[in-house]
């Protein structure tokens, strides 16, 4: 086998078709769900293929034109068949109904996704009752199965799935009493706080945490407080809210129990693997993208970010890759919460070399100013009306010489 992809979401989907595309013949693509697509399948609002397909798609739609164009291009595809191990070497062990194989495979592209933080990592005191679930849990609740998870909603987290079920559960007849944030800024992407907060006149309510929850069967209300800077609640801030659940949309968390197995570095602010500007780990011949990597606000970036990885990943294959060279460091300055990619190569047998990272910022910045400093000296410039920690940014920018370090700030 060529290469193997980990995860059939839209990340290794995304990866199958590229690495096709680029002459990879074998390309086996395994998936734990019973079907391709990923979290997509679930997200039946619109929003999705802006960038990638020129129209705006629901997440099924933008889902069945990556699985059709991979079937075309006869990629070797497992579902419910899920990945026990990989060896430093890049052999795969497999599990489906069909047994238990080994295949060794020449690269490997990790591209498993995330799953939400649950209730266990947040410490919210009370019983373990009824009504609680993550808003991915409600997601699919909801969309797939036809069932509504309550009739009045608190909602803790202003993550985009949290906001979209904000409006998906009003739509359906719910009543979301408010959202509950506990950063002084939203988690989402600004669109989102617009059409499925102020459109249907949902409160959001920031530096605001639920402080306990209340209930033996089922819940039966919650209390919410502000908190300070520090993030702890204040008290005599507190306020009873009768509801019958509770949604969590609190974070995202990469899907990396494999990539520690074979002892990828982890980003210890995404958790995501650490990776060069090929997208490749430390691991020679494995790479990662999508949300296993970093988590992204938009499903089109996710594809952009895939089809980067299998290219590399195809390079490597065929023994094309651009050559070794010189290791620079990329380091989150003032402004900036980390980046992607950490680290860059500047190969030592080309003159001019493009570079692109990608970063999420620490706050929100009004008129702010994107700069990318090379050892001390600014490279790159760009005024941004607003940044803010829910959507990416980047910057493009050019190296003629290696340099010791980049750092990327926002001013």
Request: charged share 25%; net charge neutral; glycine share 12%.
């Amino acid at each position: 086998m060529e290469l193997a992809i980990i995860g059939g979401g839209p990340a290794g989907l995304s990866a199958a078709i590229r690495a096709k595309e680029e002459g990879v013949s074998d390309v086996l693509l395994i998936e734990r769900g019973a079907s391709l697509g990923g979290i997509l399948n679930q997200c039946i609002h619109h929003g999705f293929g802006l960038h990638i397909f020129k129209e705006e798609l629901t997440g099924p739609e933008y889902a069945e034109r990556l699985v059709r164009r991979a079937e075309q291009l006869g990629v070797r595809a497992l579902t419910e068949t899920m990945v026990t191990d990989i060896t430093r070497d890049r052999e795969i062990t497999y599990v489906s109904s069909s047994g238990i194989k080994r295949e060794q495979a020449k690269a490997v592209i990790l591209a498993m996704g995330c799953r939400e933080r649950p209730r266990g990592a947040l410490g919210i005191p009370g019983g373990r009752c009824a009504g609680i679930y993550t808003a991915g849990t409600a997601q699919a609740f909801v969309n797939l199965k036809g069932l509504m998870p309550g009739k009045r909603v608190v909602i803790l987290g202003s993550g985009d799935i949290g906001l979209i079920m904000a409006r998906r559960l009003t739509l359906e007849g719910a009543a979301v009493l408010g959202v509950y944030e506990l950063m002084p800024y939203s988690g989402g992407l600004k669109r989102n706080i617009a059409q499925c907060l102020n459109d249907y006149n949902i409160p959001l309510f920031l530096s605001h945490t639920v402080a306990s929850v209340q209930g033996r069967e089922r819940v039966e209300g919650v209390y919410t407080a502000r908190v300070d800077e520090n993030r702890r609640p204040i008290p005599g801030t507190e306020n009873f809210i009768p509801c019958d659940t509770l949604l969590l949309s609190v974070g995202l968390i990469p899907e990396n129990e494999l990539s520690k197995k074979i002892g990828v570095a982890l980003s210890a602010v995404t958790g995501g693997a650490l990776v060069n500007d090929r997208l490749e780990t430390n691991i020679p011949g494995v790479f990662s993208c999508g949300n296993v990597l970093h988590v992204h606000d938009l499903a089109d970036n996710v594809t952009l970010e895939a089809y980067e990885a299998a290219g590399n990943a195809a390079r490597f294959i065929k023994g094309e890759r651009r050559g070794a060279g010189e290791t620079i460091a990329v380091k989150p300055g003032r402004g900036a919460r980390y980046t992607v990619p950490s680290s860059l190569i500047f190969a030592a047998d080309e003159k001019a070399q493009d570079y692109e990272i990608h970063f999420r910022s620490d706050n929100i910045y009004k008129q702010a100013v994107i700069k990318v400093y090379a050892d001390g000296a600014e490279i790159f410039s760009k005024r941004r009306r607003i940044v803010t920690p829910g959507e990416m940014e980047h910057a493009r920018f050019t190296l003629t010489e290696a340099v010791s370090r980049i750092e990327v700030c926002v001013e």
